[in-house]
């Protein structure tokens, strides 16, 4: 099979990483698919299974690890699993295109380290823990506790930027978008 490349974009909840994806993804020269994460969390707002997430149960979710079906996968918060499917990247390489993945930073850092000089690993860095919190709430499809406890996750996600190919910096989404445009361009076309 021909294999194409793996891009990741990992950051902490509310850095913006979601909309650079998106941003990405209507890009055409880029030839990218978005990798579609099985979750065991419910769907928010207009989220759509098979587009946003494979929205599953845990006990499915946990039949899956059983299998050794994931190529990785996280509790990423407390009972919240998420994770890729081995037949998700073959499915997205079967069509001849590059994927994208909008996942977290323990997960995007495994991918990297399983191909490592296939994947691009992009660490997308918020302006301040303060701003991040701001964002989470303007999102507002969250309990207060959870919201918090993303939070509280994010500075322990924030440590872990060394270690990516690359860091960008989202202090202005336009700026941020231009950046990763051209930071995947130039992987891809290499
Ligand atoms: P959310 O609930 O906000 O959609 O996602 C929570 C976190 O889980 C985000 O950081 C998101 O990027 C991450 N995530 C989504 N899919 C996956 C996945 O397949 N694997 C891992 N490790 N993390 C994921």
């Known amino acids: 099979m021909n294999k194409g490349k793996l891009i990741v974009f990992s950051a902490p909840s509310g850095s913006g990483k979601t909309t650079i994806v998106k941003h ?29 997430y494979y929205f ?12 050794e079906e994931f190529l990785e996968w ?22 001849g295109k590059n994927v994208i993945f909008d996942i977290d930073v323990a997960g995007g850092l495994r991918i990297k380290h399983k191909f490592p ?13 303060d701003e991040l919190k701001r964002r989470l709430k303007q999102r507002s499809t969250e309990s207060e506790d959870k919201i918090n406890m993303r939070i509280a996750k994010a500075s322990v996600e924030l440590a872990t930027a060394p270690q990516f190919d690359t860091i960008i ?16 361009k130039e992987f891809v076309n290499k």
């Open 24 to 52: 990405l993804l209507g890009k055409e020269d880029l030839n990218l698919e978005f990798s579609i994460s099985a979750a065991s969390r419910d769907p928010r707002g207009e989220e759509v299974h098979g587009k946003d």
């Open 56 to 67: 599953i149960s845990l006990e499915q979710f946990k039949k899956h690890i059983k299998a």
């Open 74 to 95: 996280e509790e990423v918060y407390r009972d919240n699993f998420y994770g890729t499917l081995k037949a998700e990247i073959e499915r997205i390489w079967a069509m």
């Open 117 to 129: 000089e296939q994947t691009l690993a992009v660490f997308v860095k918020p302006p301040s823990v």
């Open 169 to 184: 910096k989202n202090y202005d989404l336009d700026t941020a978008k231009e950046e990763a445009y051209q930071l995947v």
